[in-house]
């Protein structure tokens, strides 16, 4: 099977919390991006104590409260599935913190992680301050929630985003690549999608490749898969009949989202 892609693990690590994925350095090829899935019975609480790393705490599916031992968010998260197509709650914390993600119903967490020496507030991002925008034309429409833009200065290097793409349509498209740290050109960040489809037995097609074509890929994603991106273009395409989600996180030496479009493909902005 293919190193980028990752299927669950759904392995359970306390009564009440399973660990869906964990993306670490340690057993991937990233240095700047972690990521986890945890799934919370209603009751439990998860807790973590984050060393040099910031996180970002989406609630992905259900409600939950978010504590840093010092502020406490309550009933955070706004939806049972994704495909309700609204914006939800996240918290920021900080390096150096202690936190617990207390489930209030049953819930899917999403941890978004990387590292960080600069203490920063944690606060509450809510879903009304998620930006909501229209990207693409034709069969490149795709709708996507800015949970943490580069134009937040909240957070030291985590990028974080939702992306939801109709039947028939493409995303991350025409293929764009950010793995060059050449500013202002481009911007040098690694790269997590964590994918959910509607109805769930769908797929997606998802390629990541190189100019040189070192690393060229092409995977069949499923419902609840992460695909890592290191380096690469990395277009996804959706079949008729199924609606993608993916959540992005993304971080790298400087907080700025600078792509570069696949030149072969370019030509499809300028219809």
Known sequence: MSKLLRKPNNQEIAQGVTLVHDVTSENSSLEYVGFKIIDLAPGVTYTEELGKQECCIVAVTGKINVSDRDVTYENIGTRKSVFEKQPTDSVYVSNDHIFDVEAVSGARVALCYSPSEKQLPTRLI?????????RGTGNNKRMVHNILPDSDPSANSLLVV???????????????????????????????????????????????YTDDRSLDETMTV??????????????????????????????????????HNDPDHEWILKR
């Open 126 to 134: 809510s879903a009304s301050e998620n930006g909501v925008e229209q």
């Open 222 to 259: 499923e419902n609840g898969n992460v695909v890592i991106v290191p380096v690469g273009y990395h277009p996804v395409g959706v079949p008729e009949g199924y609606t993608s989600y993916y959540l992005n996180v993304m971080a790298g030496p400087k907080r700025i989202w600078k792509f």
């Open 162 to 208: 939702e992306v939801f793409t109709e039947s028939g349509n493409w995303s991350s498209y025409p293929p764009h690549k950010h793995d060059q740290d050449n500013l202002p050109q481009e911007s040098f960040l690694e790269e997590t999608y964590y994918h959910e489809m509607n109805p769930p037995q769908g797929f997606v097609f998802q390629r990541v």
